[in-house]
């Protein structure tokens, strides 16, 4: 299988509103990095999920796939062409679809959703026989009912504006869908619902998707590969499998191990992690999370580790990985 | 069992809505004892918050109290005067809420409002106040608690604007606190902070909390007893071990089937629980969950479920509950 996104050193970073000598003298302006030296890559019908806390760059990552935030560095290559210019993007916008945060603000107040559903038609010039048919044969795509089309968004709930979210990703008959959160403020059968009509037409309609979460219980059911955010850095990419069974970093050790077990016999005395995520802005000296962890030698607190690679298909930014 | 400190009995409350009355709440019952953590889960629309609100006196205009009395200390907290319930909010029953940031005033500094939130205490100067804000902040994990007074709360990150949200609810001396989905809106890691925080917090506080939630992790992780909701209903109480072992309601079974941190191996497909909440303009002659249970006969469709015994401390509300 060939890759079908494929990220190579992706950094992405954005000037400091500093004070008034910063603006007046060339050359002081400062640079944070959100992200640093990304490589990623999906394979074609695979799906990734990208974890991490807020903070870490996962947000920033889709947006920049998608053309939404300027890179700074570093190469993507979606299908075969390396994605450089505007036109790119919008070409590449055209087979790959974002389903956002939080469904009902994603979704114009003002629009029906018959309307919302056929607006990548109009915007990306693809002609469709009857917008109405279109619209209709999507709703019952993502098992909604056709009267559904002369809604609003307000006037659904919280799962069916994510079943909309869905269609409209799909409308377009993407490549590609970034699943930004895709369950948080659902129920917990709804979010099933929803997962498992994701899985479901990723293997009628043959996507790949990329979903970003800090939902580790969720994430573990639906993806193939996962990778591990840290400070805009990654610092483990794995089978999730294998991830969940054997963390190597010490990080996703303790991020696993910080979900809340739904069995009240299996309740820790201890946290796995203390302390918060650091700034961006101030950046810990040698490895990142040696503030927060717990196996942290002098050598973590002054040398920063590579990624390495660890057999064939896991690699891990740890000394003592 | 000593006597419950905060006891709701038989309360239903409706919110009109033009066309008729949605009964957001039926004949629910609750008791809270001193010390103890009380879990009430469920999904949206069961009720839940209409019952926080309740508690707290904190109804929507539009709400009407149809039965039902909610006891705080013998002394039912519905038929007082405004006044007077307003001075139970604080000092006896005090909320954190779900979003931290909505908690705080934005153009003040912490400092000055947990001060003010003291201005019940009388004579005790404002530097000793403001003293006492910042040992509670240090109690609630926050390693810096005289810069944390002088800070904004947009300053701060949603976890130490939630630990700081706890700190204000405890400057009061609470003797029931209630939070409101308290960790919803953080990072896992945040999570498991503020509930070790919270369990923490009980072992040197007398009062009762009552912890509010749709995730049964954190349930599991945090209370003593359990309130499964549905539909308006408390459908089962009990133990948390026996509620996560041996649950006797449907809806709590299939609840707790549906949450994926339960299966260790990867499941593609989830469990779900077929069909829609019942719609609650006019809610069904029945059982409320016999349209989505798979046990139900046509006597739950027709005759509403009996309240069973089914342990001292368990109780379902189905008729094919045994003990």
Same mark, same amino acid.
């Given at each position: 299988?060939?890759?079908?996104?494929?990220?190579?050193?992706?950094?992405?970073?954005?000037?400091?509103?500093?004070?008034?000598?910063?603006?007046?003298?060339?050359?002081?302006?400062?640079?944070?990095?959100?992200?640093?030296?990304?490589?990623?890559?999906?394979?074609?019908?695979?799906?990734?999920? !990208?974890?991490?806390?807020? +903070?870490?760059? =996962?947000?920033?990552?889709? /947006?920049?796939?998608?053309? $939404? #935030?300027?890179?700074? *560095?570093?190469?993507?290559?979606?299908?075969?062409?390396?994605?450089?210019?505007?036109?790119?993007?919008?070409?590449?916008?055209?087979?790959?679809?974002?389903?956002?945060?939080?469904?009902?603000?994603?979704?114009?107040?003002?629009?029906?959703?018959?309307?919302?559903?056929?607006?990548?038609?109009?915007?990306?010039?693809?002609?469709?026989?009857?917008?109405?048919?279109?619209?209709?044969? !999507?709703?019952?795509?993502? +098992?909604?009912? =056709?009267?559904?089309?002369? /809604?609003?968004?307000?006037? $659904? #709930?919280?799962?069916? *504006?994510?079943?909309?979210?869905?269609?409209?990703?799909?409308?377009?008959?993407?490549?590609?869908?970034?699943?930004?959160?895709?369950?948080?403020?659902?129920?917990?059968?709804?979010?099933?619902?929803?997962?498992?009509?994701?899985?479901?037409?990723?293997?009628?309609?043959?996507?790949?998707?990329?979903?970003?979460?800090?939902?580790?219980?969720?994430?573990?059911?639906?993806?193939?590969?996962?990778?591990?955010?840290?400070?805009?850095?990654?610092?483990?990419?794995?089978?999730?499998?294998?991830?969940?069974?054997?963390?190597?970093?010490?990080?996703?050790?303790?991020?696993?191990?910080?979900?809340?077990?739904?069995?009240?016999?299996?309740?820790?005395?201890?946290?796995?992690?203390?302390?918060?995520?650091?700034?961006?802005?101030?950046?810990?000296?040698?490895?990142?999370?040696?503030?927060?962890?717990?196996?942290?030698?002098?050598?973590?607190?002054?040398?920063?580790?590579?990624?390495?690679?660890?057999?064939?298909?896991?690699?891990?930014?740890?000394?003592?990985? | 069992?000593?006597?419950?400190?905060?006891?709701?009995?038989?309360?239903?409350?409706?919110?009109?809505?033009?066309?008729?009355?949605?009964?957001?709440?039926?004949?629910?019952?609750?008791?809270?004892?001193?010390?103890?953590?009380?879990?009430?889960?469920?999904?949206?629309?069961?009720?839940?918050?209409?019952?926080?609100?309740?508690?707290?006196?904190?109804?929507?205009?539009?709400?009407?109290?149809?039965?039902?009395?909610?006891?705080?200390?013998?002394?039912?907290?519905?038929?007082?005067?405004?006044?007077?319930?307003?001075?139970?909010?604080?000092?006896?029953?005090?909320?954190?809420?779900?979003?931290?940031?909505?908690?705080?005033?934005?153009?003040?500094?912490?400092?000055?409002?947990?001060?003010?939130?003291?201005?019940?205490?009388?004579?005790?100067?404002?530097?000793?106040?403001?003293?006492?804000?910042?040992?509670?902040?240090?109690?609630?994990?926050?390693?810096?608690?005289?810069?944390?007074?002088?800070?904004?709360?947009?300053?701060?990150?949603?976890?130490?604007?939630?630990?700081?949200?706890?700190?204000?609810?405890?400057?009061?001396?609470?003797?029931?606190?209630?939070?409101?989905?308290?960790?919803?809106?953080?990072?896992?890691?945040?999570?498991?902070?503020?509930?070790?925080?919270?369990?923490?917090?009980?072992?040197?506080?007398?009062?009762?909390?009552?912890?509010?939630?749709?995730?049964?992790?954190?349930?599991?992780?945090?209370?003593?007893?359990?309130?499964?909701?549905?539909?308006?209903?408390?459908?089962?109480?009990?133990?948390?071990?026996?509620?996560?072992?041996?649950?006797?309601?449907?809806?709590?079974?299939?609840?707790?089937?549906?949450?994926?941190?339960?299966?260790?191996?990867?499941?593609?497909?989830?469990?779900?629980?077929?069909?829609?909440?019942?719609?609650?303009?006019?809610?069904?002659?029945?059982?409320?969950?016999?349209?989505?249970?798979?046990?139900?006969?046509?006597?739950?469709?027709?005759?509403?479920?009996?309240?069973?015994?089914?342990?001292?401390?368990?109780?379902?509300?189905?008729?094919?509950?045994?003990?």
């Amino acid at each position: 299988m060939t890759a079908l996104l494929d990220i190579a050193g992706l950094s992405v970073n954005f000037p400091v509103a500093g004070g008034l000598f910063d603006t007046l003298i060339p050359g002081r302006k400062r640079y944070i990095d959100i992200l640093d030296g990304i490589s990623l890559s999906l394979k074609s019908g695979e799906t990734l999920g !990208l974890v991490g806390e807020s +903070g870490s760059g =996962k947000t920033t990552l889709a /947006r920049s796939i998608l053309g $939404l #935030s300027p890179i700074s *560095a570093g190469t993507i290559t979606f299908n075969g062409a390396e994605l450089r210019s505007r036109q790119s993007f919008t070409n590449m916008r055209r087979s790959s679809a974002m389903m956002f945060q939080d469904p009902v603000a994603s979704l114009s107040p003002r629009m029906s959703v018959g309307a919302l559903l056929t607006e990548p038609f109009i915007i990306h010039g693809v002609v469709m026989q009857n917008r109405k048919v279109k619209a209709e044969e !999507l709703l019952s795509r993502v +098992g909604l009912s =056709k009267d559904m089309a002369n /809604r609003y968004p307000h006037e $659904l #709930s919280g799962g069916q *504006a994510r079943r909309v979210g869905v269609a409209r990703a799909l409308a377009l008959h993407p490549k590609l869908i970034i699943a930004d959160e895709p369950t948080t403020g659902l129920d917990v059968s709804v979010q099933g619902e929803i997962l498992n009509l994701m899985t479901e037409l990723k293997t009628l309609m043959g996507l790949s998707y990329m979903i970003i979460t800090h939902n580790l219980a969720m994430v573990r059911h639906v993806s193939d590969r996962i990778a591990v955010m840290y400070l805009g850095r990654l610092i483990e990419v794995g089978p999730t499998r294998e991830v969940f069974k054997k963390p190597l970093h010490p990080y996703a050790k303790s991020l696993i191990a910080s979900e809340p077990q739904p069995d009240p016999r299996k309740r820790r005395a201890d946290l796995a992690i203390k302390g918060e995520i650091p700034s961006v802005l101030n950046r810990p000296r040698g490895c990142e999370f040696h503030t927060r962890c717990s196996i942290a030698q002098d050598r973590c607190r002054s040398e920063a580790p590579q990624l390495r690679a660890i057999g064939i298909d896991r690699i891990v930014r740890c000394h003592f990985a | 069992m000593s006597a419950a400190l905060l006891r709701v009995e038989n309360l239903s409350i409706g919110y009109d809505a033009g066309i008729g009355q949605i009964q957001a709440l039926r004949a629910a019952n609750l008791e809270a004892h001193g010390g103890e953590v009380i879990g009430i889960v469920g999904e949206s629309g069961c009720g839940k918050s209409t019952l926080v609100a309740a508690l707290i006196n904190l109804l929507a205009p539009n709400a009407h109290v149809n039965s039902g009395a909610i006891y705080y200390k013998g002394t039912d907290i519905l038929t007082m005067d405004r006044e007077s319930q307003r001075h139970l909010r604080g000092p006896d029953i005090a909320m954190v809420f779900q979003d931290p940031m909505t908690t705080f005033n934005p153009v003040i500094t912490l400092g000055d409002q947990l001060v003010d939130f003291q201005h019940h205490i009388d004579g005790v100067s404002n530097a000793e106040k403001r003293k006492r804000a910042g040992e509670l902040l240090a109690r609630a994990g926050i390693p810096d608690p005289e810069l944390c007074l002088r800070r904004y709360p947009h300053e701060l990150s949603g976890g130490m604007r939630q630990r700081a949200s706890i700190a204000a609810a405890l400057l009061m001396t609470p003797n029931v606190l209630v939070a409101d989905e308290p960790t919803t809106a953080l990072d896992v890691t945040m999570e498991a902070q503020i509930i070790h925080l919270l369990r923490e917090l009980r072992t040197d506080y007398q009062g009762a909390i009552i912890v509010v939630t749709h995730h049964l992790g954190v349930v599991a992780e945090l209370c003593d007893r359990v309130y499964v909701m549905y539909a308006g209903q408390v459908v089962e109480q009990g133990l948390v071990d026996d509620i996560y072992h041996a649950p006797k309601h449907p809806y709590t079974r299939a609840l707790i089937a549906c949450d994926p941190a339960h299966f260790e191996e990867h499941t593609p497909i989830l469990p779900t629980i077929a069909g829609r909440v019942p719609n609650l303009l006019y809610p069904p002659k029945g059982c409320s969950f016999a349209d989505r249970c798979d046990m139900a006969t046509s006597r739950c469709r027709e005759i509403t479920p009996p309240w069973v015994r089914i342990s001292e401390t368990q109780y379902a509300l189905c008729h094919e509950a045994r003990p």
